[in-house]
């Protein structure tokens, strides 16, 4: 059996999943899709310095762990 797929609007489907833009929800969600990014922009930031996990925490001043 095959079924149709309705293909929605992103921001439709934000508001579906999550609320309104102000809910605790969707400001939760948007505030961990912040996050998110910013951690897989530093993380192709430092492989194009061809930096280490380790050698960015030491400029840091913070640990591997924390990186």
């Given at each position: 059996?095959?079924?149709?797929?309705?293909?929605?609007?992103?921001?439709?489907?934000?508001?579906?999943?999550?609320?309104?833009k102000?809910?605790?929800?969707?400001?939760?969600?948007?505030?961990?899709?912040?996050?998110?990014?910013?951690?897989?922009?530093?993380?192709?930031?430092?492989?194009?310095?061809?930096?280490?996990?380790?050698?960015?925490?030491?400029k840091?001043?913070?640990?591997?762990?924390?990186?």
């Amino acid at each position: 059996m095959t079924s149709k797929a309705k293909i929605v609007d992103f921001d439709d489907h934000l508001i579906n999943e999550y609320g309104e833009k102000g809910t605790e929800r969707r400001e939760a969600f948007e505030e961990g899709f912040e996050a998110f990014k910013l951690g897989a922009m530093l993380q192709e930031l430092r492989k194009n310095q061809g930096m280490t996990q380790e050698q960015l925490a030491q400029k840091c001043g913070t640990t591997k762990t924390y990186i």
